[in-house]
């Protein structure tokens, strides 16, 4: 079982175990905006994640509207709804290949951008770029007498435009595929949405309540034989 | 009659009235989000917030996302995730057709229903009454 201490997940998961029985991906869509509000209302108000919360009502008390209205569909479970979830395993981790490969070339470039940089400042005769008539590039004191040299002066500032470049492309690229990724992750893990699954845990949630509610009376009885 | 039976009287009362009050609220929340959305297509929060702007209706906002999903199922709606500017998506409601024509015939019940009421309840409120006019 995952333990978490972050309040939304929280708040979504108490939100997800008192949703009627719908699909699942009804039940997904409606999750997506849960969280979505809760980041536009962060974002748009500068409210804490539990205020925002609080705003929006006790996860039951939500959820039961949900019942209340003409939402609930029954138990209806459809063969598309089970290969949506492979798909998107697969999908995710597509996105994780995709996410290192990002990460791994796109700072290393920038790495090299700026050790570039460095190298010039430290040892510009080894970092002489000369092309020959040919079009044969090459860096280094070793030139043919008739290469040419070229961006003498320019190569600094193209390095370090190109590296600052190279970063804030990968980070925001990381960025967003790994928003992506979390999107598709939980389409992923949406068996636990299962409404099968969601009675059961909700099962196992009330006898683990009534269990915990009968011990703390048990624990009272014998403070008050001992009072009498 | 005891001070302590009186104060709970009392405390049923209000909680009545309160569960009366949330019954109002929700009763012209339906037609107040259909209106929110008259003028165009708009998101969860930024349709709370033109209630919140104009009405008083919404205690809670987590009542108003089963409100929208269950438009949307009676076919008073569309919606659509659109990708948005902040990171995240956002699903935009539309009215339908269907939908802009229920809020037409909600808001002219509306307008009946409130005046034939505003006249009932005068003599319950004089003053302010006279201050509406």
Redesign the interface.
Known sequence: MIMTNDPLEMYIGRFQASLPSMTLAERQ??V??????V???V??HGLSIPEVLE???PPE??AG??H????VVGERFSLLVLLQIPFAAVVTVFHGMFLMVVAVYGYAGALACFGLLIARMLFPEQTMLWMTPDWHLGMGPDRPPDATVFLEKWLQPIAFAAGAALFSLTTLLL??TW?SMK?WYRRATGPLGIPILSGARQAASNISKEFRDARSRLMRVPTRLHNS | MSAEDLSGSRNRRESDLDRWEVQLRKGCLEMAVLAALAPGRNYGLEIIRALERHSDLVLSEGTVYPILNRLRDDGLLTSSWVESETGHPRKYYSLTRLGYERATRMAELWVQFTSGVTALIRPLLPEQMEKVR
Do not use: P, W
Not at chain 1, 32 to 37: A, L, M
């Open positions: 869509d409606i997506d905006e849960i969280r979505s509000h980041h536009d209302r974002a748009a705003r929006l009502g008390t939500v509207e949900y209340r209205g003409n939402l960025q967003r928003r999107r």
